[in-house]
């Protein structure tokens, strides 16, 4: 495996980790690439969503890559998504140096990282010509609307402010169009701080346009289980399905079986 590590704008960093491509595994000469993107309320960013997660797509025989973005008071004024598109962008544009399909690029969010991939896909950046969208999206316990049911905090890192009036600017759930992506998405029933209820009316909005989804909520667990392993203290080997569950998922949607 190769590791790459490109600098973003504004402090922001894209570590890749590029799988093996030689003539002894023909049918995966070229790979697609899963760029995950952790969570941590646009106030951090997760350590426990970055590389553990990369490493099981990455076993699952995929490019992968983690995303570190502005967080703080460096959140405001949009640099978190122009950090993200610059990302996707710079993959594609190395895609023939490392064997990446351009066409096949995932992104993979987590709370409010889930938040900026959706708003990776649905977003217009104002200026930005021919912006990169992903192809894909994945999203755990997703972090979607400014409204009842708002995860708050990372909509006040966001904008800088208290005002729930300014909030709406962020909200996603309007936003899905037949453009919109296939989407991947779970989350847990028991979730107190990303209500479920942002899933669902995630779910609501793409059924209602026609983008192909596949959605799965657990029964158990809290808020940022992540990959559900011990290695990120939130073991359960039930919930811990969902990445199985992904990786069928995307291989499926990607027509892409290594």
């Known amino acids: 495996m190769q590791l790459e590590q490109l600098d973003l704008p504004g402090g922001g960093l894209l570590t890749v980790y590029l799988r093996d491509c030689v003539e002894t595994m023909p049918l995966a000469m070229e790979r697609p690439l899963v ?9 951090h960013v997760s350590a426990r ?23 703080g008071d460096d959140a405001a004024h949009g640099l978190p998504l122009r950090q993200l598109v610059s990302a996707i962008g710079l993959v594609r ?16 969010g987590f709370s409010a990282g889930g938040h900026l991939a959706l708003s990776g896909a649905v ?75 942002n899933t669902l009316l995630l779910l609501n909005a793409l059924h209602k346009v026609g983008v192909p ?26 919930r811990n399905r969902w990445v199985k569950l992904a990786v069928e998922w995307l291989d499926d949607t990607f027509s892409f079986h290594a």
């Open 213 to 238: 989804c596949e959605a799965h909520l657990f029964e158990k667990g809290c808020h940022g289980t992540s990959i559900s392993t011990p290695e990120v203290d939130a073991d359960s080997a039930h």
């Open 123 to 197: 977003w217009e950046i104002p200026g930005m010509a021919d912006q990169p969208r992903p192809n894909a999206l994945l999203l755990a316990y997703p972090v979607v609307t400014a409204g009842e049911y708002a995860h708050r905090d990372s909509f006040v890192q966001l904008t800088g402010t208290q005002d729930v009036a300014a909030h709406q600017r962020f909200t996603l759930e309007d936003k899905i169009t037949p453009a919109t992506p296939p989407v991947f998405v779970w989350h847990t029933m028991e979730d107190e701080t990303v209500p479920v209820e």
């Open 49 to 71: 969503e970055g590389d553990p997660v990369a490493l099981q797509f990455a076993a699952a025989g995929y490019h992968t890559a983690v995303l570190r973005y502005a967080v």
């Open 93 to 108: 544009q190395h895609a023939e140096q490392w064997n990446i399909l351009p066409d096949k690029i995932a992104l993979c």
């Open 35 to 43: 760029l995950v993107v952790p969570g941590g309320g646009y106030s």
